[in-house]
């Protein structure tokens, strides 16, 4: 993955990839490959144990929703920042990049199944931001079609539904679908690069609230989740993978939606935008050396 983001950085600096270039690579990602990709991991053979993974990522993924959203609320008021600023610390601090970093992250990991897995999680990630986040950001409520109505999340339900129903696809369609997901994890990680080669690290460092959010983000949270994951593991069974897959997940650089919707109703924008980035960076340094640890002491 690392040589991936190398050719990113080089594409751009070479002026291959613009501004223009890296939005249209963004939305063949988003809209075309990845649902491909979540389609594909439908066809993940049934088990019994798969079904209850499935459950456990939805109901610990809405649990560190609504616990993280109600304690930052009731801490930020006491916070000297500005209101807006306040609103932005939020979500940039709870909401994670969890499409495009982190399911070619997963699929990475874990194939088919991780993917799944994933892409459960970023159905709550959708429920969750597009009502309170958005909520928060412009004072409105968000919609149903851009909690439900995107490609990713049709082809997330789509793929639970394939994947619980007996039928399989066609091999022919099956090996199309997995020539398309293939490109998931290269595509996206060379936009990664390129992201980082208009980061100016200079003028990135000095906005000290950036640093609370990108140790809540990439530290606290994974950590609390990994720790309160160990602990029911010792009461009820709880597949290593899932417990990975749950951490990771949780792990991911702040999300760019919450730099869109920033930008769209005048909340705090830059300090939305430095904040993004600096997870984004601080991520290369904190999401192996927690994907070590997990796998050191969840998977033996």
């Known amino acids: 993955m690392a040589l991936m983001i190398v050719l990113g950085i080089i594409l751009r600096k070479k002026r291959i990839i613009d501004d223009r270039t890296q939005g249209t690579l963004s939305d063949i990602l988003l ?23 499935i459950i456990a990522v939805a109901c610990c993924a809405s649990a560190y929703y609504i616990v993280t959203l109600l304690i930052l609320r009731q801490t930020t008021m006491r916070l000297p920042f500005d209101e807006s600023e306040k609103r932005v ?7 994670a990049n969890t499409g495009f970093v982190g399911f070619p992250l997963m699929y990475g990991l874990f194939g088919a199944s991780g993917l799944l897995l994933a892409s459960i999680y970023n159905l709550m990630y959708n429920l969750f931001f ?23 999340s049709i082809a997330s339900v789509a793929a639970v539904v ?7 696809m066609p091999v022919f369609v099956k090996e199309t679908t997995d020539l398309i997901g293939n490109m998931t994890v290269p595509l996206s990680m060379i936009i990664l690069g390129s992201t980082f080669a208009t980061v100016d690290l200079r003028k990135l460092f000095m906005d000290k609230k950036s640093y609370i959010v990108m140790a809540l983000r990439l530290i606290v949270f994974p950590l609390a989740m990994l720790g309160a994951l160990m602990i029911a593991s010792r009461f ?14 949780t792990a991911l650089p702040s999300g760019t939606m919450n730099v869109i919707y920033s930008e769209r109703y005048n909340c705090a924008s830059k300090f939305c935008a430095r904040t993004v980035v600096m997870t984004l960076v601080f991520m290369v340094v904190t999401l192996p050396l927690l994907i070590g640890l997990c796998l050191r002491f969840l998977m033996g």
């Open 31 to 53: 809209k075309a490959v990845l649902p491909f990709t979540i389609i594909s991991s439908s066809q993940y053979e049934y088990s019994t144990e798969m079904v209850k993974s």
């Open 89 to 95: 610390f939020v979500t940039t601090s709870v909401f």
């Open 130 to 152: 597009y009502t309170y986040g958005v909520h928060l950001i412009s004072r409105k409520t968000g919609n149903f079609k851009d909690i439900f109505l995107n490609p990713v």
């Open 162 to 168: 394939l994947f619980i129903i007996p039928w399989r």
């Open 236 to 249: 009820i069974e709880v597949n290593p993978r899932t417990m990975i897959t749950l951490t990771i997940m």
